[in-house]
């Protein structure tokens, strides 16, 4: 997630103008793996902020808040939705 968001931003940055595409494109690769109700595994601050994951004790992290609602955009949302559906429905070896 975080490695995909870079490179996006990257792009943006060296960017001319600000291409409405890969903005959505930017929030998609941010905010899938995010919940509406802000239950999920994050790698994001509430401002954007990608952590950088160093620990592997789930204490390390129980404080950070994560994006929810109305923060996640709508984008996101929409293709967090499909994975998850996509997952369910795909067969796995």
């Known amino acids: 997630m975080g490695v ?3 490179i996006i931003e990257t792009m943006r940055t060296y960017s001319e103008k600000q291409e409405p595409r890969m903005v959505m494109a930017h929030n998609i690769a941010l905010h899938h793996h995010q919940t509406y109700n ?11 902020t990608i952590l950088n ?10 404080d ?14 929409i293709v967090g939705a499909a ?6 429905r ?3 070896p």
Not at 83 to 88: G, H, N
């Open 64 to 77: 950070n808040v994560s994006p929810s609602g109305k923060e996640i955009p709508i984008e996101a949302l």
């Open 83 to 88: 994975d998850c559906y996509d997952a369910l």
């Open 38 to 48: 802000g239950k999920v595994y994050s790698r994001l601050k509430p401002n954007g």
């Open 90 to 92: 795909s067969r796995w």
């Open 4 to 6: 995909d968001a870079r």
């Open 53 to 62: 994951l160093t620990g592997r004790d789930y204490a390390d992290y129980q």
